[in-house]
């Protein structure tokens, strides 16, 4: 299975490295980083996807040596928009999935305490543009670019999903670029806010909150044209109760959208582990063109 993902998603010329024999393997080498050269990948810590007053937004980047254009996937972190960075283990470890094939992204967003919602999702919007509009130069495949995100990352990634633009203004950078993507990888996320015990904390500088709760719900705009989704969550998520995400996914079977759903008794709110990343390849492959 492994091998015939590889296949499918990775450039023809990076199947010799047969998924870098393995997962584990590749984290292994994520820990090492003098073995990049000898695999050859390319890694980049804090490269500036965006500007905001000045201030660039900041993401980790890997990809493979290539002569053809890489898929993309795109990660973005937890932390209930208040916390949570592009290393931690919310989020993919690059170098990994460079290692599979991918030119991988691990972006930060401002984060509620500097400036309120919505700026974590326009950030969001901005790195989607930034792919688009550096495409060329990046040696990417802007028609393979793949979200993924846990928890309130999970909430971003799906509220494009779902939403796209909708009323909230581009900034960043790369205001007339496409913020098109494949589809989704939506894990532990919450979709519902209003509902939630901490969904309180997406509260905009001006307004009514409740609206804008429930404006950025992804739960609110799901529809049978929408992109792709994924969504692994656990029985036992603490932070984000399972009965938020079934809504979720009740929607998605009511409308029709492409879905896939794994439900989990006991994994906790779950975190970028072994076993997301089978699914997530799983996924991926079946909906790259």
Not at 53 to 77: M, N, Q, W
Not at 79 to 101: E, L, M, N, Y
Not at 193 to 213: F, H, K, M, Q, V
Request: proline content about 6%; some cysteine; overall charge positive.
């Amino acid at each position: 299975m492994i091998h015939r993902i590889l296949r499918i998603v990775a450039p023809a010329c990076f199947i010799a490295l047969m998924f870098a024999a393995s997962a584990s393997a590749a984290e292994a080498n994520d820990q090492q980083p003098g073995n990049e050269k000898e695999a050859k990948i390319v890694y980049q810590e804090n490269i500036v996807f965006g500007q905001v007053h000045g201030a660039g937004l900041l993401a980790d980047i890997a990809f493979p040596e290539s002569k053809r254009p890489l898929p993309v996937v795109l990660s973005v972190h937890g932390g209930r928009w208040r916390g949570g960075h592009k290393r931690d283990t919310s989020t993919i470890k690059v170098r990994q999935w460079a290692g599979f094939g991918f030119y991988a992204m691990s972006i930060d967003y401002r984060l509620v305490g500097c400036t309120p919602a919505p700026a974590c999702y326009q950030d969001l919007q901005c790195a989607i543009r930034y792919l688009h509009a550096n495409a060329k130069q990046l040696n990417i495949d802007p028609d393979r670019i793949f979200l993924m995100g846990q928890s309130a990352g999970g909430h971003l990634v799906s509220l494009a999903a779902t939403l796209g633009d909708g009323p909230f203004p581009r900034t960043g950078g790369w205001e007339k670029a496409s913020n098109e993507f494949r589809a989704v990888i939506s894990l532990a996320a919450n979709y519902e806010l209003n509902t939630l015990s901490w969904g309180n904390i997406w509260t905009p500088a001006s307004g009514d909150p409740i609206a804008a709760r429930k404006l950025a719900s992804p739960v609110n705009h799901v529809r049978k044209e929408m992109k792709p989704i994924l969504i692994l969550h656990s029985d036992n998520d603490r932070s984000v109760p399972i009965d938020n995400a079934l809504l979720m996914v009740e929607a998605l079977q009511k409308t029709g959208a492409t879905h896939t759903f794994h439900r989990y008794p006991t994994a906790g709110h779950m975190q970028v582990t072994e076993e997301v990343i089978k699914r997530a390849l799983e996924f991926i492959e079946k909906h790259s063109p």
